[in-house]
């Protein structure tokens, strides 16, 4: 049973930084792409970033390249994203989710229970 908790989220001003954690357990954490999504009230859920084994193999939506960044730690079965720069807009509940890349299709069949981040102006 795979199981995904994230943590780090909290309360801060525009311009700071915070760091999510996403520990995972029950599964073989290399055979995973993970990804970060967030969901703001009254709105979709929309990806973030999703990260393969290394840490060069990475993707960001545009709404905030340059600002975050995503990666993992093997060894810990932990995936992070570092955010910089937080805007009001970045305020969502951040989900970490996991996709075995051996499983066609791809998708993100495993997810956390979220966090909060709230960005205030």
């Known amino acids: 049973q795979v199981q995904l908790v994230e943590s780090g989220g909290g309360l801060v001003q525009a311009g700071d930084s915070l760091k999510l954690s996403c520990a995972a357990s029950g599964l073989t954490f290399s055979n995973y792409a993970m990804g970060w999504f967030r969901q703001a009230p009254g709105k979709e859920r929309e990806f973030v970033a999703t990260i393969r084994l290394g840490n060069t193999n990475t993707d960001y939506a545009d709404s905030v390249k340059g600002r975050f960044t995503i990666s993992r730690d093997n060894a810990k079965n932990t995936v992070y994203l570092q955010m910089n720069s937080l805007k009001p807009e970045d305020t969502a509940v951040y989900y970490c989710?996991?996709?075995?890349?051996?499983?066609?299709?791809?998708?993100?069949?495993?997810w956390g229970q979220g966090t909060q981040v709230t960005v205030n102006v």
């Open positions: 989710a996991a996709s075995n890349m051996f499983v066609r299709p791809a998708k993100y069949r495993s």
